[in-house]
Every structure is written in C-alpha cells, then in structure tokens.
C-alpha cells in the first residue's frame, strides 16, 4: 500500500522558516517523482515544487522559486521542503504526492497519490 506520510507544519512569523518533511513507503522511492503542493481557503490547489528521486531534476512553482528549496534523502525514503522568507500568502495546507513516473511535471492531476496534509500557517 502506497503512503505518504507530511509533518513539519506549524505556525510561524513572515520571514521565519520551516522544514516539511515527506515520508513514502509501499512504492520504490527512488524511481518516481514527488510533489509539494498547497491548497488555501477558497483557492485552487497550487503546484510549489517536485523533485525527480532518480535523477534529482527539480521544479519550482513561481510563487516559491529562490525562497524554497526541494530535496530528498533516498536512504530514509524522504521529500523535504525548506521554506525561507515565509510570507502570510505561504499560508496553506500544503500536500505531498507521488507521480509513478519519471517525468517531472508539476499539475496536480497527473499525481497518483497524496499525503494527508500538514498545515503551515504564516502571520504578519
């Protein structure tokens, strides 16, 4: 059984930092793509960044690029995401899911499967 297990969620001020962390099991890491994505009150769910396990190729959602940084500990079958210079706007639940492919693409819809969700919240 595929799972995905999110933490590293909280509450923090603009500017601060955190850490989300993603744990797989039931698929063979190394050899997908996994995502972050986020989804705030009201919005559409919105595609943050994805890493190629195999090859480690990343992408980067507009709206994170130079504050982000996606990486993974294959040993430990692990997705972080490091966020810096949090803004109230980062505020979300935010989503980690698996693509059963190499590609690296970052539309929701082409993932297979998802986490539960971690909340991050980002006050003023």
């Known amino acids: 059984e595929v799972q995905l297990v999110e933490s590293g969620g909280g509450l923090v001020q603009a500017g601060g930092s955190l850490r989300l962390s993603c744990e797989g099991s039931g698929f063979t890491f190394d050899d997908y793509v996994i995502g972050w994505f986020r989804q705030a009150p009201g919005k559409e769910r919105e595609g943050v960044s994805c890493?190629?396990?195999?090859?480690?190729?990343?992408y980067y959602g507009d709206s994170v690029k130079g504050r982000f940084t996606i990486s993974s500990d294959n040993a430990k079958n692990t997705v972080y995401l490091q966020m810096n210079s949090l803004k109230p706007e980062d505020t979300a639940v935010y989503y980690c899911a698996v693509r059963l492919s190499r590609e690296v693409l970052l539309t929701s819809t082409r993932y297979d499967y998802w986490g539960q969700g971690t909340q991050v919240t980002v006050s003023a």
């Open positions: 890493i190629s396990i195999s090859d480690g190729s990343t």
